[in-house]
Structure formats: structure tokens, C-alpha cells
């Protein structure tokens, strides 16, 4: 498998020839300290030079790199090709926040969430559209495992998602339903997916590229939650003519989403952002008067879920900015 996807990543690089012994690729698995970078022959797998091994400057899967030998079939990675964009998180970590590229050059953000097993997490779903529309990636809603039945809580949340103006497609790995209808929409892209552990990512991702060598976990009957067998990002080629790659992540319980203006936090808001102008200024979108989110949920305009979620997000930035101070600066 490791020729195949290097052979096809490297066949949409431009293949520049860069001169003095180096070669252009593409990072397909970060591994820690080490890299795999697909180029033209096959995959190398390396180090980097110490320079980009700062935490937002590391090699991150989706990166366009230079490579050279140093010998022993291993490379080092001399040099990152400016990103069109890159996939960012930020959790606290020992009291502090750590930020995070998680992919770079992404097209869109397949949300996995599931119908049932593990049970859908709007608030992670939430999180996903924000940090998408914020890094400028275009989200799409999967609603996997639909052989399964549907839980009503699961229905109002999928409800609770149609305001957005965004491809929500429906599948099942079991019965094969809407495996077609993702195809077309991830062809030619690159697309990152991102849910629970458990959802069936890894699932589609075989379907998606061919590649049965993917390990995919079993749901413990005990907690009906998956278990974390995909333990690294990886790019993989589709099966298409068109081209196109995913990104298989390890699974997620949380998202952290840094520090975010109110302004970009509503943009991951799209149904609550039309709501238009409160009348107070700092208007808190709670008891105010002439809170326009308020409204347009009173009117049936925007499901009530999505302004708690947005308040429980905006209250909840206070503590991952800095942790039981408040939030500074703002
Ligand atoms: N019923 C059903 N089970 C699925 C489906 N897709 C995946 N699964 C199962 O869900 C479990 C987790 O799948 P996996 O792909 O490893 O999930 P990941 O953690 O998101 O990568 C495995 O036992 C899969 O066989 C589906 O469409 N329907
Ligand atoms: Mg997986
Ligand atoms: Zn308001």
C-alpha cells in the first residue's frame, strides 16, 4: 500500500526537479519524530531538519516538503511549501493551551458522527464547524451507521444541523447506502475526516480508497464506545479519476477551539449570524432585551440547541484560554 498511495500522491505534485539531491513529496503519516513522505519513487521515511520542529511549524500530513537522503533509506525534511491552509486545534494541557496543526492544504471536513454507537456529540459536532469555517475548509455532515435505527434525540440533532447550507449525506458501510453520493462529493478533494472514535471513519476510509490494510476497531459492548485504533493521521489516495485524498484521524472526545473572536465564532453560527444585530452592545444573548438570536429562536427560525451550544461554547473559551481566570484581553 505504501507504493500505490506514494506513486499517485507524487503524481499530482508538480514535479519540480529541485536540484542538489533533493526531491519533492508529500507527508502522508506523522509519526511523532518521524515522518512518511510519499514522493515520485515510493515513500522515505524521515526526520526534519530542527528548524521546523516547532509546534506550529511541524510537518503535518497534507504538507508539500522537500526532501533529502541522508542515507539508510531514510530522509530529512529540509523545507515546507508555503500552506494554502492548515486544520488547527487547541487543547489545554497542563494548565496551559497547546495548539495544534492537525492537517495541512485540506479541501473539507468530512463530520462523522454516527446514528447510533457511539451516540451522536452535537457539541463536537459544533466545534468541527467552527474550526472549519474559521481555517477556511468546507464542512460536510456524514451521518454514518444509517442501517442502525435512529434514537429521536438523534433525529432532532441531525434536524438541528439543516439551517447550515451543507452537504449532509447519509451512509451505511453495512448496506452500501450513500457510499456512491460521498464519493462524488470528496473526488478531486482533499478531506479530512473528523468524529468519535467509533463512527466508522476508518470504515469509509477503506471503502473510499481501497486500502483493507486499515485496522477498524470494535465498539465495547461494556461502554458502547469505540476504541482509538487509528493512533496516527494518515493521507490516503481515493479510489477516482479524478484524484483526490482522505485524512484518517484518530478519534476525538474533545476539540478545542483556542482563542476565537465572538465574530468567528459565529461564523461557524451561519443560522444564528443572519439573525442580525442585538440591540445592546456585549449583548450576552441571554435575558437582554432585543437580543436578536433570542429572536429567531422564539420564531422558530433557528433550532434551541444551536444558541445553547453557541453560548456553552462561548463560556467555555474563558476556560480554555485561561483556565479558571476568565478570559483576558477581550
Ligand atoms: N452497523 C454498522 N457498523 C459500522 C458501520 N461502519 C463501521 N461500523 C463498525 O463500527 C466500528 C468502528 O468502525 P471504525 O471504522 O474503526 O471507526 P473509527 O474509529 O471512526 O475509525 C467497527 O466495528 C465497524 O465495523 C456501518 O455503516 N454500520
Ligand atoms: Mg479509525
Ligand atoms: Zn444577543
Redesign the pocket.
Given at each position: 500500500m505504501a507504493a500505490r498511495s506514494g506513486q499517485q500522491a507524487a503524481s499530482t505534485l508538480q514535479q519540480r526537479a529541485p536540484g542538489n539531491g533533493r526531491q519533492r513529496g508529500i507527508v502522508v503519516q506523522a509519526l511523532g519524530p518521524q515522518w512518511v513522505v510519499a514522493t515520485g519513487d515510493g515513500t522515505v521515511r524521515c526526520v526534519a531538519r530542527r528548524s521546523l520542529r516547532r509546534a506550529l511549524e511541524r510537518p503535518v500530513v497534507g504538507d508539500l516538503v522537500e526532501i533529502e537522503p541522508i542515507g539508510g533509506d531514510m530522509g530529512c525534511i529540509v523545507d515546507v511549501l508555503p500552506r494554502k491552509n492548515r486544520l488547527r486545534r487547541a487543547d489545554v494541557h497542563r494548565g496551559g493551551r497547546r495548539e495544534q496543526v492537525i492537517a495541512a492544504n485540506v479541501d473539507q471536513l468530512l463530520i462523522?458522527g454516527s446514528t447510533t454507537e457511539p451516540p451522536l456529540n452535537p457539541g463536537l459536532m459544533d466545534r468541527y464547524l467552527v474550526a472549519a469555517w474559521r481555517d477556511g475548509i468546507r464542512p460536510i455532515l456524514c451521518v454514518?451507521?444509517v442501517?442502525?435505527p435512529m434514537s429521536a434525540r438523534a433525529r432532532t440533532i441531525l434536524e438541528s444541523f439543516g439551517g447550515l447550507d451543507i452537504p449532509i449525506v447519509r451512509?451505511?458501510?453495512?448496506t452500501g447506502a450513500g457510499l456512491e453520493d460521498l464519493r462524488v462529493l470528496l473526488e478531486g478533494m482533499t478531506t479530512v475526516l473528523a468524529?468519535l472514535?467509533?463512527?466508522?471513519?476508518?470504515?469509509l476510509v477503506r471503502h473510499l480508497t481501497g486500502d483493507h490494510s486499515l485496522e477498524?476497531?470494535?465498539?465495547s459492548a461494556a461502554t458502547g464506545r469505540?476504541r482509538h485504533?487509528?493512533t496516527s493521521a494518515r493521507l490516503l489516495p481515493l479510489v477516482s479519476s479524478a484524484g483526490g485524498y482522505v485524512i484518517d484521524l484518530p478519534?476525538q472526545r474533545v476539540f478545542g477551539l483556542g482563542d476565537l473572536t465572538e465574530e468567528d465564532l459565529l461564523r461557524g453560527f451561519p443560522d444564528l449570524e443572519r439573525a442580525g444585530e442585538c440591540r445592546l452592545p456585549g449583548c450576552s444573548h441571554g435575558s437582554e432585551p432585543g437580543c436578536a438570536l433570542v429572536a429567531a429562536v422564539e420564531r422558530g427560525l433557528v433550532p434551541a440547541r444551536r444558541l445553547e451550544a453557541f453560548r456553552r461554547i462561548w463560556k467555555n473559551l474563558e476556560d480554555e484560554v485561561a483556565p479558571g481566570t476568565g478570559r483576558p484581553g477581550r
Open positions: 462523522v454514518s451507521k442501517d442502525l451512509t451505511s458501510a453495512v468524529g472514535s467509533g463512527t466508522g471513519k476508518t470504515t477498524v476497531g470494535e465498539i469505540g485504533v487509528t478519534g
